[in-house]
């Protein structure tokens, strides 16, 4: 297809629920693209050059490599490209602020539209889980280090996948009953349904991955036990922020306040939403109050609204265009009819005489210079007050970072906010222990935590391994029968050379080894050649080209006359400094 | 082999229940005031208990239960060998011990049970212990012979004075302070917000004496991360599950606990509660022995 016809292709809009049939019930608001308009969508894109959406991508996801997959139609292959870089598709595709992001450096959005690069994102993910496919056990020889990862969120996910890859002993310790951290907590289910989390981390338990649920970290075992009494021998933390700020004013404490974090973990997390089915009950307000602007907030006004609620008003300090919410989300917000009652804010809360509240009391603001975050500073107008009726408010202003590691970890070094201090690359001040994501850098979004937790994946395997640096890693599974002796690669070399040496005590005849890109999914041979006997002890050079700049991984595969797979071999090869 | 296993359970006085059940990490990690939350089965409420007591070597936890809602009832019928579906802990901050020199302890309700631990900890510091024991009558007074085995001195008090002295905690207190004349140096009270909030105005009114209280409040997640179980203290909020929940009794605002933040959900707590329709227990005791009998 020529440029000139893909500029000709408009956006494909986003097929979704009515808002007056889904301000009603709980299933996720859009229906997701048909392959057909996938398709279509994944025409636009010009496959730039030097793309500059992957630069907006916080974990690097080859965007525009998916996409041209996608043109043709190979769906299967567009999500294992995905897969490389990011171990939750699904869920990206759906909670990542793109606009801000990829689609934001979109070339086509200069002029029109940009390319749809999370609803394309969501499609691939969502092809692939709901035809059944099933990762298997990461076929990695064990390195014998074993990683605590504490908390199960976005970013501990992240580097959960990454490590067992590598061929780590990886344990995740939850505080809840079900993983998933915020993304089961915090965000709702018409936004990112319960079972897209489930699938995920089932394929990292297939992968091998260990949870541990229960157990929160700082209480059951601290930091110290993990590396002395548990013999990990790094930990990640990735607990989230996790400490509710209030507003600290009169009346906060009344029946029928809530904090976000309160609200939607009942909802979401316990199913208050199914009461009396499920225990836990939830206010349900007729006339909802939430203040904030972020994505939070518009899940908590959303919630409140599919409870039954008359009127759902946002109370925001800033307008509209300050507002840290996703533009879908405040978009789908609005046509649900949640009413925006912007450059407001609560200054009391009245209550009756049972505690209850039924007021709130806000002041007008107007905006003024920018502040240091860049964004305009409201500044409250003096005398000019309203109220609003009100018998259910959610405070929805941020999270400050939780103290429950960091009080148990003297030797962990945290700023003048509680956030624990690292290095770029997630190290921090205390030896073999990493954090990423939000208890590092307040809130923040859920890519940004998994890249957070991508960077220190690597950080925990270049301490872990440091010897092998400089050129090579590696990873293997052989079936007892044969062992690596040696792996070559280097920068210099135009050549990859691996020796396998024979360890079993008997003779293999008819032996075919292949060396294959890991990620081609076709698995053109870069070399393929067969032993017609392999005697005990003896060994055998294989050799192959190296790759192209951006595949790093090779595959090399032993099978049996009959084609039977006998051994397994992946090479990486670190990138480049 | 599942998780929280339910090893032990007796009824040691009605609709009040001790429950023994193996979850060795806590028992590992636990110190006296500390609590955990349970969950009965996955579409539970999370409930928190202060422990009254566990095991290091046998791994197991101990704790009383007492019927109010939902979650206790469904706990009253759990049987030995179920299990929980979770327990998470040990939370909260350990309670606030030292050598005092003479320590009041008051329990009452479930209290009884949960001042336990705190007992044995203050009685190893060297404390010289007090121990009141406060119920409506006496068919619901228990434990009587643990805390003697740690405690310098039992009183018992009930409010139809059918066993020890007639009245509450405080008005033990009282007499003991004013009447007698006895030093006393420290007090922890553990039990029903009420008597507690009752214990801290009188402890306050006669001198100050330091006073302890373990709050009870709602909660969901025990990190501090939802807020819920905020009350005010000395000004300030405060989360029961991180900061507490033991706390300086008179610096509490009891009213706001009291009267707002516990009785949020009274409404729901009756309806679940009224969704589930248990049969009687004794009934089912009686139709299974029957029923045994019959196959006989």
Redesign the interface.
């Known amino acids: 297809m020529k440029t000139k016809e893909r500029m000709q292709i408009l956006r494909s809009e986003m097929p979704c629920q009515p808002p007056e049939v889904r301000g009603k019930n709980f299933r996720e608001v859009p229906y997701g693209y048909t392959e057909e308009m996938a398709i279509q969508e994944a025409q636009r894109c010009l496959n730039c050059k030097k793309p500059k959406c992957v630069e907006g991508c916080p974990v690097r996801v080859p965007i525009p490599e998916f996409i041209t997959l996608i043109q043709e139609g190979k769906l299967f292959e567009a999500a294992k490209k995905i897969k490389e870089k990011n171990v939750l598709p699904a869920v990206c595709g759906r909670v990542c602020p793109q606009e801000v992001q990829c689609e934001e450096l979109c070339i086509r959005g200069k002029k029109g539209e940009p390319v749809a690069i999370g609803h394309l994102e969501r499609f691939v993910a969502d092809y692939e889980r709901l035809s059944g496919y099933i990762s298997s056990p990461v076929t990695v020889k064990k390195n014998s280090k074993k990683i605590a990862i504490v908390g199960s969120g976005p970013s501990g996910l992240t580097t959960a996948g990454d490590l067992i890859k590598l061929g780590y002993e990886v344990t995740v310790f939850e505080?809840?009953?079900i993983g998933g951290g915020v993304l089961v907590?915090g965000i709702p289910e018409f936004r990112l349904p319960k079972s897209v989390v489930e699938y995920e981390i089932q394929n990292l338990e297939n992968q091998g991955v260990k949870f541990v649920?229960?157990?929160?970290v700082g209480?059951?075992?601290t930091i110290d036990d993990l590396l002395s009494h548990d013999s990990f021998d790094a930990v990640y933390i990735g607990v989230g922020a996790?400490?509710?700020v209030?507003m600290?004013i009169p009346g906060?404490?009344?029946?029928?306040v809530?904090?976000s974090?309160?609200y939607l973990?009942?909802s979401n997390l316990?199913?208050a939403y199914l009461?009396?089915?499920?225990?836990?009950?939830?206010?349900l307000g007729k006339n909802v109050v939430v203040v904030g602007g972020g994505n939070v907030a518009m899940d908590s006004a959303r919630t409140a609204l599919r409870l039954g609620a008359d009127n759902v008003y946002i109370v925001y300090r800033r307008s509209r265009e300050q507002m840290p919410a996703r533009a879908e989300e405040i978009h789908h917000a609005e046509e649900e009819g949640i009413q925006f009652n912007l450059l407001s804010n609560p200054v009391e809360i009245l209550g009756d005489e049972f505690?209850r509240i039924n007021k709130v009391k806000c002041q007008r603001y107007k905006l003024g210079e920018p502040d240091k975050s860049g964004r305009a500073r409201p500044i409250p107008i003096e005398g000019e007050y309203f109220e609003l009726e009100t018998d259910l408010i959610i405070i929805s202003i941020g999270n400050n970072a939780?103290?429950?590691i960091t009080m148990t970890t003297s030797d962990l070094e945290v700023n003048k906010w509680g956030n624990i201090v690292t290095d770029e690359m997630g190290r921090t001040s205390k030896p073999f222990v990493y954090a990423g994501g939000d208890i590092v850098t307040g809130a923040a979004t859920v890519i940004s935590a998994m890249g957070a937790g991508r960077r220190a994946a690597s950080a925990i395997h270049e301490d872990l391994f440091p010897e092998k640096d400089e050129e090579v890693d590696f990873i293997t599974v052989p079936k007892e029968k044969l062992k690596i002796k040696e792996i070559a690669i280097s920068p210099e070399s135009p050549r990859l050379k691996i020796i396998l040496s024979n360890v079993s005590d008997k003779p293999l005849d008819q032996v075919k080894v292949t060396i294959t890109h890991v990620h081609d999914f076709f698995e053109n041979a870069l070399l393929e050649t067969t032993i017609s006997r392999w005697t005990p002890e003896e060994e055998h050079e294989f050799s192959c080209p190296r790759m192209q700049e951006n595949e790093k991984e090779y595959l090399l595969s032993v099978k049996d006359i009959n084609g039977k797979l006998f051994s397994k071999i992946i090479v990486v090869e670190e990138e480049n400094k | 082999m599942s998780k929280f296993k339910l090893l032990k359970k007796e009824e040691c006085v009605p609709n009040l229940h001790k429950f023994v059940v193996s979850v060795p990490d806590i028992a590992r990690k636990v110190e006296p005031g500390q609590f955990v939350l349970i969950m009965v089965d996955e579409k539970s409420e999370r409930i928190p208990f202060t422990l009254a007591d566990w095991d290091e070597k046998d791994g197991t936890i101990t704790f009383f239960v007492q019927e109010v809602g939902l979650s206790t009832t469904k706990m009253a019928f759990m049987e030995e060998k179920d299990s929980f579906y979770s327990i998470v802990g040990p939370l909260g901050e350990p309670a606030y011990v030292d050598n005092f020199g003479t320590v009041v302890l008051g329990g009452g309700c479930f209290g009884l049970g949960a001042i336990y631990s705190v007992a044995k900890k203050l009685k190893d510091l060297g404390n010289n212990i007090i121990t009141i024991l406060e119920a409506k009558n006496e068919s619901r007074l228990y434990y009587e012979d643990e805390f003697r085995a740690f405690s310098d001195e039992v009183i018992f008090v009930t409010s139809d004075g059918s066993k020890g002295e007639k009245g509450h905690i405080y008005d033990v207190l009282e007499e003991m302070i004013v009447s007698q004349g006895r030093k006393i140096d420290h007090i922890k009270v553990i039990g029903c917000n009420v008597m507690m909030s009752k214990v801290s105005d009188v402890t306050k009114s006669l001198g100050n004496i330091p006073t302890y209280a373990t709050v009870s409040t709602i909660m969901v997640d025990g990190t501090g991360m939802c807020g819920c179980c905020r009350l005010t203290y000395d000004g300030k909020t405060k989360f029961a599950c991180v900061d507490g929940p033991e706390f300086d009794a008179h610096k509490i605002n009891w009213d706001e606990l009291i009267g707002i933040r516990n009785t949020s959900y009274i409404r729901e707590e009756s309806l679940s509660l009224q969704n589930f329709s248990p049969q009687c227990r004794s009934l089912a005791k009686i139709l299974a022995k029957m029923n045994e009998e019959e196959s006989i």
């Open positions: 505080a809840f009953h907590y649920y229960d157990n929160v209480r059951i075992r996790g400490l509710p209030f600290n906060e404490n009344l029946k029928g809530y904090s974090n309160e973990t009942r316990m199913k009461f009396p089915d499920y225990d836990t009950p939830l206010v505690g939780n103290p429950l």
